[in-house]
Structures are given as C-alpha cells and as structure tokens.
C-alpha cells in the first residue's frame, strides 16, 4: 500500500459552492432545467447572501428557501478550486476529495450525463464543450477532450505542484435520464445496445402509440437516476454487466491516467466510490485490481455507513472507507451529544476501529460531517438531540427542516463555548489514529444543518457576507455574523501542523490510559520516535484526571510536558507528576497534548 494515505489531511469540495473563479462560464437556467415558470426571471444567486433570503424569482417557486434550493446555482467552477490551492496548502492539507465534477445539470452532480467529461459550466467554453460532444458512445476511441475535461487536468496539475492529491467521486451505481445509454435505451428500446446496462421491468410496446409502458428501476425508487442493473458474478458475488463495466475501466483509466502513456502521475490519485454497498464486491473487487495496475499508489474509499463496513471494505480490496461508522458515529454519541457516557464511548470507538487491520487503521478518513450530514457546528449546537448510534439516525433527513420536531432544530450561530467543543473534538481527530478529514469552510467556522444547509456557499475572507437573521421554524430571532472567523482558521492550521510536528501521530501505536465516567476525562498515549500523551476533559467544569505513568524500574519518569491546548493557554493545562502517577487537571470542554521530554 502507498505511504501517502497514512499522512493525508483530507479537504472535501463540493465544486458548485467553493469558488466562482470564472464567472463567464456560469450555469444557465436551459442547462439548469429550472421550472419553467421562473426561467425568465432566474439568475446566479449572489454569493454573499443571507442563505434564507431569497430571490424574487425563488418566491414563485415555495414560502422559504427549502423550496427552491435544489435550482439554486452560484457558479462554483475549477477555476476557483485552482484559485484557492495556494490557501489549501497554507492550512495544511495535502489530499482532495472533489463531490462529483461529472456532466450534469444538477447542483450536485450524483445524476450524471456521463462519466467521462467534466461538467461544461465547471471549465471554461461551456456553450463550445456542449456541441463538441455529439455522437460519442460508450467506445473510449469517441471521446473528445473537452476545454473542461482540460481544466481539471490542469488543477490536478496545480495540485500535484503544491504536494496535494486530488481523488474524485465515483457514482457508479446509477445515472440521470440524460445519461448517453440511458436516453439510447429510451429511445430505441430493445433494439438499444444498452439494454442490458439498466433494470428493465417492461419495454414500450409500439402497438399502444398513446400509451408509455417503459419501466425499469430507480436509486431507491427514483425514476431520474435509473440504476445500472447487477448480474452474478464469481463465488456468488454480485458485479455489473460487461458493458457497464467495461465503460467504467474506460473511464477510470481515462481520469487516472489522461495522456494514456502509462504514467499516472498527471491523473487523479484515487477515489471515493458513492454508494459502494449497493454495487457486488464482484465489480468492486475487480476494478480495485485494475486501478492499482493504472496506479500501485492509488487510494480508494467507499461511503458506507453501516457495521459491515470492515468486511465490505475487504472483500472489495478498497484501501480505507469514509468512516462514518468507527469515527464519526462514536465521536457524536459521546464527545458532541455526550449522552454516551465517557467509557462507552471510548470502549466503542477502540472496538470499531480494531475491526481494521492495523496497517489500514492509519488510513481511514476520520470525519465529523460531510454533504449528506449536519455541519459539526451544528451538530454542537443541537448537542441535546438523541444519541446517533446507527446510519440512519445519523444523517438524520428527518431533523433537517427545523420546526419538524418538538424542539426547533438550531441553525444559530455557535457560542463561544460552544467553539471551544469544536475546537477540542479537533485536537482529538489530529491526535486520534486514521487520516483527519474536513467539510469545506469547516475552518472557516461555517454552520449549517442537513442537505442542503450543509451546502451553503464557501466564506471567503475577502467577501463580506450578509448576517443571518432569517430562522426557519420557529426559531429566535437572530443577528449571526458569517464572515470568516480568522481565529478559528488559524487554530485549525495550528493543529493540523502537530501532525506534520510530531510523525508519531500518524504512525505511532496507541494506547489507551485510562477513562472515568463521573469526571469524563480520558487519555491515551501515542508511541514512535517518541512519547505523546492526549488527555481530554469532555466536562462543562474544571476536572482533575489521575493515571499511572511509571518506569517499569521504579525510576522518576522523565516529565510530560504540554505542548498543545485546543483552548485558552498551554498554562490553563496544569500538571503534577510523581512517584508514577501523573495528575492533568484542564478547563471544561478542552484537550491537551503533551510531550514527554
């Protein structure tokens, strides 16, 4: 397996709301597919503005923002992406991890047209990428570069020059209706050399002009994005048929390795494969196989959720796994909600985690939030909701539009006590095994709850943002600042630096050293070319954490020394050590890192 995984700072981009570097090529309401009744009156929304407000054209469309979202566009592009690679390295991360950049005319791309162009209004000459595409098939010898295929060449090019990797998003388990086999199939039925790509369930009989009898399955039951159909494969596991496969080797090699000399280093370095549990680890197993013989240095992460993820993740031969299930469903329960007592909490991460293989321990992509949960701010804020233990639960869709429930769900601003959870839930991630992974804007102190308020347009510093006062359901009345918080961005660099400081925090062992319910503190050791000890206080108080940290002679110990405190002064952190016992006492809500000398 490659070294790099194991020292990613990973940085998800969902491309339409990072940055619009170029606003010649943004969407237009034809490619949009905007309702008819508002396509006169429709436009870019502008950036900086308050995300509940909306547009006159929006109001023709629903009584708040929930209800015109979706046709929402603020012209995000590559061109920005490649624009803020220089800010990217400054806070230190090194791996990218692109939502789907693929042509489609929704906003977040998961209903491709295919999978072999970037998306025209993403690149530079949307209007000459559009007619330059006609007539190409499945047949890699058909496709064109477009001036947007060329673009996202060029910012894995930018990317690679300033040591970051950049993976894409793989949905290769359904596409739109506008998908090239997909509307061939529709037209031209079973005489269509697709037909075997999708789940029919009838054909059209042309005997009933009037009448459409063609049917066939949808991603969980939604006709738009027509699932590409499963067949049995080796040892009775499932695959996909030979066409669709062989479109999809196509299109991974063409991504992996697009001069197509054999040398991967001007492609994309790997990928994150949407929805991966409902593709056979047939396929998956096999295409892992052929993105290692493109690049032995590629990495590959399903979104999986669920508990089967370490047995899928081996059977599919896929490098790591987007880790809901052994980071991000622990750390709610027990460091964000806290109704997860202290030592369940512990006990159960540890478990979870040691169902990897410990070389893959190091490489799993350890998350707070993404595009398809709350914004971890949020989450903070609404830290009296129910323990999230489960997938479905954890996403919780039915939380999303506030007023839903007894208690409004909060999309207010966190308090300053409530940033200094998110601060400590940080130092754990940097200090905890596996490869830190952050929610664009997250450093910028972006909130927001789920889809699509976790989607709101990237804060930039040199934009001024309009303050939120809009509150859906219910909600106080309030007045939030949402400009970049300098101080918070800053503190994010500093703690994503202890990992490139201290290598022991990537490649150490771990060892847990004790845990108490009643203060709820806890504390664990990393071991390599040197000693670090990581003790946090998940308590609104001030408590006092005592642990043994003998020599096995019964010599004084060297001291442990606090080199990190997610808040306040390295002083706040007071330590007493003797005869091996080691006495931490810290501030509620706030972590430590210390270093023996």
Known sequence: ????????????????????????????????????????????????????????????????????????????????????????????????????????????????????????????????????????????????????????????????????????????????TDFFAFADLREKQEKSEYKDWFDVKKFDDPATPDKNEFDYAGWWGVKSMPEFTDIPGENGRKTLPPGVRNYLFAVTKRWMDPNGDGDPSDGIDGWRLDVANEVGTGFWADWNDFVKKINPAAYTTPEIWVESAPDFVKEGKFDGVMNYYSFSMPVKGGLIDGTLPIREFVQMIEDRRKRFPPEQQAVLQNLFDSHDTARMATMIVNRDRPYYSSADSFSYDADVHAGSHDRPYLVRKPTDAERGLQRMLVLFQMTYPGAPYLYYG?????????????????????????????????????????????????????????????????????????????????????????????????????????????????????????????????????????????????????GVLLHLD
């Open 1 to 176: 397996a490659a070294d790099w995984p194991k020292h990613a700072i990973w940085y998800q981009i969902f491309p339409e709301r990072f940055r619009n570097g170029d606003p010649k090529n943004d969407p237009t309401a034809e490619y949009s597919k905007v309702p008819d009744k508002v396509k006169e009156n429709w436009a870019i929304m502008p950036w900086t503005k308050e995300w509940y407000a909306m547009e006159e054209w929006e109001k023709a469309l629903g009584p708040d923002a929930y209800a015109s979202s979706g046709h929402r566009r603020y012209g995000g592009d590559f061109q920005g992406i490649i624009d803020k690679l220089d800010y990217l390295k400054e806070l230190g991360i090194n791996a990218l991890y692109l939502n789907p950049v693929f042509e489609s005319s929704s906003l977040h791309k998961y209903d491709s047209r295919n999978f072999h162009h970037a998306d025209p209004h993403f690149g530079p000459d949307p209007a000459g990428d559009k007619t330059m595409t006609a007539g190409e098939t499945a047949d890699p010898a058909t496709w064109k570069w477009t001036a947007a295929d060329k673009l996202l060449v060029e910012l894995i090019k930018q990317a690679h020059l300033r040591g970051i990797r950049v993976i894409l998003d793989g949905v290769f388990n359904h596409c739109s």
């Open 442 to 590: 997250v450093e910028a102190g972006m909130w927001g709850a789920d889809d699509p308020d976790d989607r709101q347009p990237m804060v930039w510093p040199d934009l001024h943002f309009e303050a939120q006062k809009i509150s859906p359901g219910g909600q106080p009345e309030r007045n939030d600042d949402l400009n970049f918080d300098a101080s918070l961005h800053d503190y994010y660099r500093d703690a994503i630096g202890l990992r490139k400081k201290y290598p022991t925090l990537t490649d150490g062992t771990m060892q847990l050293i004790g845990v108490d319910n009643k203060s709820r503190m806890f504390g664990f050791a990393r071991s390599g070319t040197e000693t670090l000890v990581a003790v946090f206080n998940r308590s609104e108080t001030v408590q006092t954490f005592r642990f043994n940290f003998g020599t096995t002679d019964g010599s004084a110990p060297n001291p442990l020394v606090p080199v990190f405190v997610s808040q306040g002064k390295l002083s706040d952190a007071v330590v007493k050590q003797g005869s091996g016992i080691v006495e931490i006492t810290l501030p509620g809500w706030t």
